[in-house]
């Protein structure tokens, strides 16, 4: 099959190339390198069944020129920082929102059928009921990054309801594992690598967490693809557990052979927008035979020896 992936230099974008590559489809990648690591394309680069295409999806022309004869989008791109979403605040739309309007719009012109796109359990916002399942009522969105997010999927659904065109919506938790390049685990790291007597952690270290290893995340997607067929597909993806903040330090701590002295900025937000509990009821991709391979905490530890071992990528992030 030939595939589009948007945020092909991403962290999950640039491992879900590799593993399209590995199984033998013919992958476009797109790319601003915004945030995205060239380097992470290095694998994929020397495949002929590879061609990146370095644009913007905000760019109507770069996206058709990478969708031509392509069968399948998996849509990635998009502004994922949460934690600055308030000193950006039209970021998010544009590169959320506005940009899966111009994927969805090239993939009509280009007679592309069907989309796979990365959402988030933060859609889900101050929810009530936990674990969290898929028909959950929202509630007020608490950031603008998961408002973003939410547009996108009614413009999804609304074009697979107009054009159809085949949706699938994938909410995540946190998604830790090998390229992985922003987000607490990461601060954490640089912090303890710098100076392993101390650390600062945002909130009261309360929060909780739920996270997933970014192989399983893709076998999900994958797993999902294959089973279900509906016009629109919606799924969450997580794990059966969840952990404190404080939880993580340990290991992390353990793991870098470091006790350090913590200290709390206070309250039970990290930022702006943070949710301090995040736990997705996972049941119906469940049903389909997918479970996660690695726990929280198998997560949390293989994700520090990965940077503890490419201590580069920490002076490119």
């Given amino acids: 099959m030939r595939v589009v992936v948007t945020g092909a230099a991403g962290f999950i974008g640039s491992n879900l190339v590799d593993r399209l590559l590995a199984e033998g489809h013919t992958v476009v990648g797109v790319d601003n390198f915004s945030t995205g690591l060239r380097y992470f394309l290095e694998p994929a680069l020397g495949n002929p069944q590879f061609r990146l295409v370095t644009g913007d999806i905000l760019d109507q022309p770069t996206l058709l020129s ?5 069968e399948f989008v998996f849509h990635l791109a998009a502004n994922a920082d949460v934690r600055f979403g308030a000193d950006h605040p039209t970021r998010d739309f544009e590169q959320n929102a506005r940009g899966t309007a111009n994927v969805l719009e090239a993939m009509r012109l280009s007679h592309v059928p069907a989309i796979a796109f990365a959402s988030t359990g933060s ?4 929810a009530t009921v936990f674990p969290t399942p898929e028909d959950h009522p929202f509630p007020v969105q608490t950031s603008l990054y998961a408002a973003s997010k939410l547009a996108a999927e009614g413009l999804i659904e609304a074009y697979a309801e107009t054009f159809a065109i085949r949706g699938y919506i994938f909410r995540f938790v946190s998604v830790l594992g090998e390229r ?6 990461i601060d954490f790291f640089r ?3 710098e100076h392993p007597e101390s650390l600062e952690v945002l909130g009261n270290g309360k929060q ?3 996270y997933m290893y ?6 999900a997607i994958l797993t999902v693809l294959d089973r279900s067929k509906e016009k629109i597909n919606m799924f969450n993806l997580g794990t059966d557990e969840y952990c404190e903040v404080n939880d993580s330090i340990g290991w992390i701590s353990s793991e870098l052979g470091c006790a350090p ?13 943070d949710n301090p509990f ?3 009821d996972c049941a119906r991709i469940r049903a389909l035979g997918w479970r996660p391979k690695l726990t929280v905490r198998e997560a949390v530890v293989q994700t520090v020896r990965y940077l503890r071992d490419n201590i580069h990528q920490i002076n490119r992030t």
């Fill in 214 to 219: 970014v192989h399983d995340c893709i076998d």
């Fill in 180 to 185: 992985y390049t922003h987000g607490h685990v």
């Fill in 66 to 70: 990478a969708m031509q004869d392509s």
């Fill in 278 to 280: 995040i736990f997705l």
């Fill in 208 to 210: 909780r967490k739920s």
């Fill in 191 to 193: 912090q303890l690598t």
């Fill in 123 to 126: 859609v889900y916002g101050e």
């Fill in 261 to 273: 002295r913590i200290r709390y900025t206070g309250g039970e937000r990290g930022w702006i927008g």
